[in-house]
């Protein structure tokens, strides 16, 4: 008895250690498959903006959508992409990209870290300019479509002709006391 334990016990232990790395195989092809559904979800945006579809960049977006800046304001989608749509009457937009650092899901929602580049030329003088923000977004699941439910921007640069113009950067957070 004993010893068809100790066989039933090395089966076991023989088949999780020959599983391990199938199912870390597995974790890492789900992984990259969520990074290039969020860098596709991020990549429609900015195309929509370089495109000035700001129809089509609320979409994007769920209906209880949150957007906080550095400075603290809170708006909800109408009023992000309106602000964004309000900047294309002083700067035109040629290039965005967005770079993941990070992407972790738990069941429908994504949590992704991400820097957003958008260059641009003043439509006044035609200066160049580029704005550099680092968020941290929450993307939910919804009918199979990642759409952004939350952003929280914890810093915005806008460089103007190669010089930082306005650095925003969101205040640390206090420990609890």
């Known amino acids: 008895m004993k010893k068809s334990l100790a066989l039933v016990f090395a089966a076991v232990v023989g088949a999780a250690l020959l599983n391990a790395p199938i199912a870390a195989q597995a974790d890492a092809a789900s992984d990259a498959v969520l990074q290039s559904q969020i860098q596709s979800a991020y990549d429609a945006q900015c195309s929509d903006v370089i495109s000035g579809d700001f129809a089509n960049l609320a979409k994007s977006q769920t209906g209880d959508y949150t957007g906080t800046a550095p400075n603290g304001t809170v708006m909800d989608s109408a009023k992000s992409v309106a602000g964004l749509q309000a900047m294309t009457a002083q700067v035109t937009f040629v290039a965005c990209k967005a770079q ?11 949590v992704a870290s991400v820097t957003t580049t958008l260059d641009g030329k003043t439509v006044a003088g035609a200066t160049p300019l580029s704005m550099i923000s680092t968020s941290v977004d929450t993307w939910t699941n919804t009918s199979g479509a990642w759409l952004m439910s939350k952003s929280i921007v914890s810093e915005t640069k806008i460089i103007v002709n190669g010089k930082v113009l306005q650095d925003m950067v969101a205040p640390a957070a206090k420990p609890p006391r």
């Open 100 to 110: 993941l650092a990070s992407v972790q899901q738990s069941g429908s929602t994504a």
